[in-house]
């Protein structure tokens, strides 16, 4: 469908291209770049233009005029690098209406194939030409196709993943010319400042492929301006992806590329882009690069798992808006019933104070009534006691108040007394414990580590008795009976050592016997004070035994009933003193050893 109000001029121009022969075709169009000079940019006016050269198909003239032997157009590479201009010019800022579809999909696609068959052929050219003059006209034509590639590239950047993926691309990428090479990389480090993620989109050869040659022309070509351009597009390369410096860092394929790097000259113009570079493949910067991405994978999840979390709630929120609307309902129900309950309450309360004043209303009148029945002379002293007893009344509720005021001001003090004495015990007994196992751990001092010089001392005499004492040589039967008579006499030495300590105990036994014997003797009453049957106490030696079994064994269950703050510091073996009342009711007339009658 043709647009409504073309300009005339394009309407001329269509059918001038119509009608002319083949020939002819690439000259007329070079009118397109007079029309659209005389158009302000950003108008209106230009953009329709734009869509009547697309709609009348001049566009596609030019995109087939460029696919043709530039030795068959009339002008050569003027004309082509011309068209160039004027294509991507077209492109640019173009809205297709209607056939979206195929100028996307397309026509852009086929524009930049084109560029870049038209780099490379002017790139033959240039290697070819042998005179100066050819080769700077050559130059000047492959940065116009260049600049128009990047124009047409910054406004549609869906293509910079082709171009970068394009066989064509990669071989103007990889010249071995100064001026080509620079212009090459320029171009990319332009098209990955416009768009650099579709860099990480395309395959991993590519990318590889890029990058080896990126890092080939920085370490191999003499060209400072290849290095310069080089060093530049590395480190955008890097800086601008995490993944692109991980591989830089730990590929075998870049293994000591930045002891390579540190090679360089130090003096030249891109020694800070060089340095920077270098930094960013120092393994520090590695780190913060690897932990900047486990917090971004980190980030990442947590976004998930929050989504996760709200999407499942907002399931249930039906569920929770019930719930809430149960919930209210329930408070409201309770707050209504408190209301309720405190309203009865407040009823109750002043049916009770209307009771006790007319209580007290009725004692009153009877006190009255019992005032005019009294004589008038008795009347001052029924009053006088009265008065009396109120007074006693209220001393009374006074003083017990001011007394439980004073006892609840002291417990503190009183519970803090208690709980300091028994700390101080515990830390007392603790305390003692300590100082006897002390006293019983004192002999032993250790022995004292050896020195190295008083080892080597110790070795030289050694090995000087020795010298001095030679052994004799013992045969085999004489060492077996030397061995037989040591272990008999050890097993002699043994029994022996067995039957004493056991005459031993016994002679403690018997020690500990009379001296408890004699103890209770020396505190035993005199036979003059004595009473009953108690001196036939002592012709048993059972009984103080008994007693004293009796004695450990009301210790052992006072300990157990006791509170858990009166056992801190003590041990299940500690004694207490135990009441002489406790011990003989179940004793009856047994008499306690160490006791006398006042």
Known sequence: MKPIGTDPRILSLAAEVA????????????????????????????????QDIYCYDLIQYCLLVLSQDCSRIQGGWTTISQLTQILSHCCVGLEPGEDAEEFYSELLPSAAENFLVLGRRLQTCFINAAKGEEKDELLH????????????????????????????????????NVQIGSTVMTMLQSILQINSGDLLRIEGKTLHSILDEVVFKLLSTPSPVIRHTATKLLLLMAESHQEILILLRLSACYKGLRSLLNKQEPGTEFSQELRQLIGLLSPKV???????????????IQAYWKGFQTRKRLKKLPSAVITLQRSFRSKRTKMLLKLNRQKEEEDQRLQLQLQRRRAMRLSRELQLNMLEIVHPGQVEKYNREIEDKSALIIQKHWRGYRERKNFHQQKPSLTEHKAAVTLQRAALK???????????????????????????ELKQQVDDYVRRHPGSPMLDVTSRELHAQAQE??????????LEERAQQHREALMAQISTNIEQLLKAPSLKEAEGKEPELFLSRSRPV?????????????HIQAPWWKKLGEEAGDESDVPKDELSVELGTLFIGGTKPP
């Open 546 to 558: 008994a007693a004293k079994a009796k004695q450990a064994h009301l210790t052992t269950l006072k």
């Open 19 to 50: 009608k002319s022969p083949e020939q002819n075709v690439p000259v007329i169009l070079l009118k397109l770049k007079e029309i659209i000079n005389n158009t302000p940019l950003g108008s209106s006016e230009l953009k329709k233009i734009k």
């Open 430 to 456: 603790f305390l003692a414990k300590c100082r006897k196992k002390k006293k019983v751990f004192a002999p032993w001092q250790g022995l004292r580590e050896l020195t190295d010089a008083r080892r080597v």
């Open 286 to 300: 590695y780190q913060e690069v690897e932990e900047q991405k486990l917090h971004q994978a980190a980030c990442l």
């Open 489 to 498: 006499r050890l097993q002699h030495y043994f029994m022996g050592r067995v």
């Open 141 to 176: 034509f492959f940065q116009i196709v260049t600049d128009s590639l990047f124009w047409l590239l910054g406004d549609h950047v869906q293509l910079i993943q082709s171009v970068l993926q394009s066989d064509h691309f990669l071989h103007l990428l990889q010249t071995d």
